[in-house]
């Protein structure tokens, strides 16, 4: 913001204005606009959408306001494996009530981002989940300057700013302690059972998953990946739908 000489607290303004601009661009075919941000005066996208959007569009929702956001959009929330999914249900179930008040219809399923270590062997699995799942929690520690306190001063940054109080308090191992309870490692028993606690818990979701992340190595991955894809994602795909929690009245 700083190299546009704009200011970071026009963040969730400038987001929540563009974003209806481009959807319903893909729709028409026209980009249009005349809020505070964008003037932009109707003109034709080329290559034209030759196909519908609707109900594939997906939108990061970390904070309350980006949940509420997604809703608007009647876009996918994607979230992240970072923290226990206990603490991200009540923006959850915000998020689909505030769906089915805007557009009358129950909210697309969560896709949930994860960083997964899957291994034959649990020992190994919660050493490597702790190395590498731990370095990628230590990338974002001085990616998003976590240890300052600038969040605070940001509008539409409160998660940003939770996340940052945690980090003070807890330090690297309590942020990595907490992404290990929400992400997947282990043995494919051990992940699907956690999979399958997390869906008792949120509903039918989707899943977007990472093998190579915080430096893992190659052969790391690739063993990951096609365990992973012999033993859990059969099991995954035979699971029949289960229906969103309702959000309390």
């Not at 949120?202 to 894809?229: D, W």
Request: with cysteine; glycine share 8%.
């Amino acid at each position: 913001f700083h190299a546009f000489r704009l200011s970071m607290d026009e963040s969730r303004g400038r987001f929540d204005e563009a974003a209806p601009m481009i959807i319903n661009a893909l729709k028409t075919g026209f980009m249009e606009g005349d809020g505070p941000f964008y003037k932009q005066p109707r003109v034709e996208i080329r290559p034209r959408p030759s196909h519908s959007f609707d109900g594939r569009i997906y939108a990061v929702a970390s904070s309350e306001d980006s949940v509420r956001s997604a809703a608007k959009l009647g876009a996918h929330m994607v979230m992240f494996a970072d923290r226990p999914w206990e603490m991200r249900l009540p923006a959850i179930e915000t998020g689909r009530k505030l769906h089915r008040e805007l557009h009358g219809t129950e909210p697309p399923h969560l896709m949930l981002t994860e960083f997964c270590i899957c291994s034959s062997n649990l020992a190994e699995a919660e050493e490597e989940a702790r190395k590498y799942q731990g370095k990628f929690v230590e990338s974002n520690f001085y990616h998003y300057e976590f240890l300052g306190d600038h969040f605070a001063t940001v509008k539409g940054y409160d998660a940003y700013q939770q996340k940052a109080e945690i980090a003070r308090k807890t330090g690297l191992e309590g942020a990595v302690n907490g992404f290990m309870q929400a992400a997947s490692w282990g043995t494919p028993d051990k992940i699907l059972r956690g999979l399958e606690a997390r869906r008792d818990l949120l509903g039918t979701y989707e899943l977007n998953v990472a093998f190579r992340f915080g430096g893992t190595p190659l052969e790391v991955s690739e063993r990951g990946l096609r365990l992973f894809a012999k033993e859990v994602l059969p099991v995954l795909k035979s699971w029949q739908p289960k229906p969103a929690k309702l959000a309390a009245e």
